[in-house]
């Protein structure tokens, strides 16, 4: 379905299972598809919603603004939309960066948080990782036939305009989950863990950035462990 937002946006999202709504946020240059693998066994415990972010998978771009921080104005409107007052968030590198900026600003709508190899700046990405981002960005611009593309992976130079510091304002329960080969510094993934007061570091042996693409299995067990001890 697709759900229109103030500045003629249209953004799709896909809703599945019964219960508390657990929200999903995909990563950069990515769609709701990312979290295939893990729908199947979240939907049968709870109301799964998947979102693209706008000029992300199907959901469209109206607006001038382009950033993270929006993406989670976004989701505000969304839910406000949907009228869903309280639910567990859970995003995937630039979407943890989204779930951290919605957290800070709206404690009292998320239940539970998980945060999956997210970064408050580009100092928590080790060298490579910004090499990397700087070849994709380039690549981006011959992608002619994906002109907003090139724009979509310069996110991923965004620093936070939201400090470690902000971080003490989130209220849910939260789980930080890295893996042991991440992009992510792990020194820079317990800091944020240290900043939110009821947050948890774990860090998965033997995995690199896309735990639950790789391995869907291992993922969505510590997943649902950690919801399920949230209730």
């Given at each position: 379905?697709?759900?229109?937002?103030?500045?003629?946006?249209?953004?799709?999202?896909?809703?599945?299972?019964?219960?508390?709504?657990?929200i999903?946020?995909?990563?950069?240059?990515?769609?709701?598809?990312?979290?295939?693998?893990?729908?199947?066994?979240?939907?049968?415990?709870?109301?799964?919603?998947?979102?693209?972010?706008?000029?992300?998978?199907?959901?469209?771009?109206?607006?001038?603004?382009?950033?993270?921080?929006?993406?989670?104005?976004?989701?505000?409107?969304?839910?406000d939309?949907?009228?869903?007052?309280?639910?567990?968030?859970?995003?995937?590198?630039?979407?943890?960066?989204?779930?951290?900026?919605?957290?800070?600003?709206?404690?009292?709508?998320?239940?539970?948080?998980?945060?999956?190899?997210?970064?408050?700046?580009?100092?928590?990405?080790?060298?490579?990782?910004?090499?990397?981002?700087?070849?994709?960005?380039?690549?981006?611009?011959?992608?002619?036939?994906?002109?907003?593309?090139?724009?979509?992976?310069?996110?991923?130079?965004?620093?936070?305009?939201i400090?470690?510091?902000?971080l003490?304002?989130?209220?849910?329960?939260?789980?930080?989950?890295?893996?042991?080969?991440?992009?992510?510094?792990?020194?820079?993934?317990?800091k944020?863990?240290k900043?939110?007061?009821?947050?948890?570091?774990?860090?998965?042996?033997?995995?690199?950035?896309?735990?639950?693409?790789?391995?869907?299995?291992?993922?969505?067990?510590?997943?649902?462990?950690?919801?399920?001890?949230s209730?």
């Amino acid at each position: 379905m697709f759900i229109r937002l103030k500045d003629d946006t249209k953004i799709y999202l896909e809703i599945s299972g019964k219960g508390f709504p657990l929200i999903l946020l995909h990563g950069n240059a990515q769609s709701n598809t990312y979290f295939d693998k893990q729908i199947q066994a979240f939907e049968e415990s709870y109301q799964v919603i998947r979102i693209d972010f706008r000029a992300h998978g199907k959901s469209t771009n109206q607006g001038k603004q382009f950033s993270l921080k929006k993406f989670a104005e976004d989701l505000k409107e969304v839910v406000d939309i949907l009228k869903i007052q309280h639910f567990d968030l859970l995003g995937f590198s630039d979407g943890a960066n989204v779930a951290m900026y919605f957290a800070v600003n709206h404690p009292q709508m998320v239940h539970s948080l998980v945060l999956n190899s997210g970064n408050i700046s580009t100092k928590g990405l080790f060298w490579f990782s910004k090499l990397a981002t700087e070849l994709s960005i380039l690549l981006a611009y011959l992608c002619f036939w994906q002109p907003e593309l090139p724009k979509i992976r310069r996110l991923m130079r965004e620093n936070l305009s939201i400090s470690f510091a902000d971080l003490g304002r989130i209220t849910a329960r939260t789980l930080v989950l890295i893996g042991q080969f991440d992009i992510i510094k792990r020194q820079h993934s317990q800091k944020i863990a240290k900043s939110i007061p009821n947050a948890i570091l774990k860090i998965v042996p033997w995995a690199l950035h896309d735990i639950a693409y790789l391995q869907p299995q291992k993922f969505n067990r510590i997943i649902l462990d950690f919801l399920k001890a949230s209730v």
